[in-house]
């Protein structure tokens, strides 16, 4: 069992930067690929992103890659999101989830964190 636990969230102007955090409970963490995704208001959870846990190979979605980071600390159990030039439609809740595989699709990620909030505002 893995809980996760994100922060970092808040209100920041368009172009500024935000850091999420989100951290694991579990001793299996660093074997889990730790995803990134987002609802905004009135539409679907989607993807943002993925780190692996084993070589730390990231992957992003398109709308983010040339701006957003993740990263993590095995030590810690830790994995981070770095957010820059951020853009109004960027606002949204943001999820930490783990999962067995790398993977884009929701449904394959097997634990979920509760959300942070991001506002980006023009």
């Known amino acids: 069992q893995v809980q996760l636990v994100e922060s970092g969230g808040g209100l920041v102007q368009a172009g500024g930067s935000l850091r999420l955090s989100c951290a694991a409970s579990?001793?299996?963490?660093?074997?889990?690929?730790m995803g990134w995704f987002r609802q905004a208001p009135g539409k679907e959870r989607e993807f943002v992103g993925y780190?692996?846990?084993?070589?730390?190979?990231?992957y992003f979605a398109t709308s983010v890659r040339a701006r957003f980071t993740i990263s993590r600390d095995n030590a810690k159990n830790t994995v981070y999101l770095q957010m820059n030039s951020l853009k109004p439609e960027d606002t949204a809740v943001y999820y930490c989830?783990?999962?067995?595989?790398?993977?884009?699709?929701?449904?394959?990620?097997?634990?979920w964190g509760q959300g942070t909030q991001v506002t980006v505002s023009s």
């Open positions: 989830a783990a999962g067995a595989v790398r993977t884009t699709v929701e449904r394959r990620y097997d634990y």
């Open positions: 579990g001793r299996t963490f660093s074997s889990h690929v």
């Open positions: 780190i692996d846990g084993r070589d730390t190979y990231t």
